[in-house]
């Protein structure tokens, strides 16, 4: 008798705990997104990047990441004909649910700023706005742990991730956008 009322205990928990709602944040829209960016009044245009075998591997030895696609999307925030900034949308799975940031670059490929545009882990594991400032105007070869970026206690994968997608777009601006306006 016990043990059939702690079965439906368990059962019962069970149940209950899956009803709950999912842990995640939807923070900006695409068109959201693009206004952080480059503000209101900024032209937006797509740029499509197919990177060769030869600039991937270029790519991920820069960035010390490996590449999962041959295809990049950046978009060129521009004011008349003036380039003012570039940007990038990168979607990665933290420890097992995704995340989305964007990715703000000068005209000279610096990071201005990084956004978190989607977050489904839970909350404690979202690195604060105040964490990504760090990596604002820094050198590529300078975004590490080991370098100037300090980690975050209980949101390690969060910032290691962090890192490693503005190390890519940093490196991915570098060989395809840079590269080949010279």
């Known amino acids: 008798m016990f043990r059939l009322k702690s079965v439906k205990l368990i059962v019962a928990v069970c149940l209950l705990l899956s009803a709950l709602p999912c842990v995640g944040k939807i923070y900006y829209s695409k068109n959201e997104a693009m206004e952080l960016a480059f503000g209101k009044d900024a032209t937006v245009e797509m740029l499509s990047l197919f990177p060769t075998a030869d600039e991937l591997a270029q790519i991920e030895k820069m960035a010390r990441v490996k590449m999962e696609s041959s295809l990049y999307t950046f978009y060129v ?27 703000v670059l000068t005209p000279e490929g610096k990071i201005s700023a990084v956004h978190t545009l989607a977050f489904h882990e839970p909350p404690e594991y979202q690195p604060p ?5 760090q990596l604002y105007q820094k050198e590529l070869e300078r975004l590490s742990f080991s370098a100037d ?8 994968l969060s910032t290691r991730s962090a890192l490693n997608i503005s190390r890519k777009v940093m490196a991915i601006y ?6 080949k306006q010279n």
């Not at 949308?89 to 995340?99: D, L, N």
């Not at 706005?129 to 400032?133: G, L, N």
């Not at 970026?149 to 390690?156: D, E, S």
């Not at 570098?174 to 590269?179: E, R, S, T, Y």
Request: without cysteine; positive net charge.
């Open 129 to 133: 706005q105040r964490w990504y400032q």
């Open 149 to 156: 970026i300090q980690g975050m206690t209980g949101a390690t």
């Open 174 to 179: 570098q060989i395809l956008v840079k590269n």
């Open 77 to 103: 925030g521009k004011k008349g004909d003036q380039v003012i900034a570039y940007a990038a949308i990168e979607s990665h799975t933290v420890r097992t649910k995704p995340e989305t940031l964007l990715v």
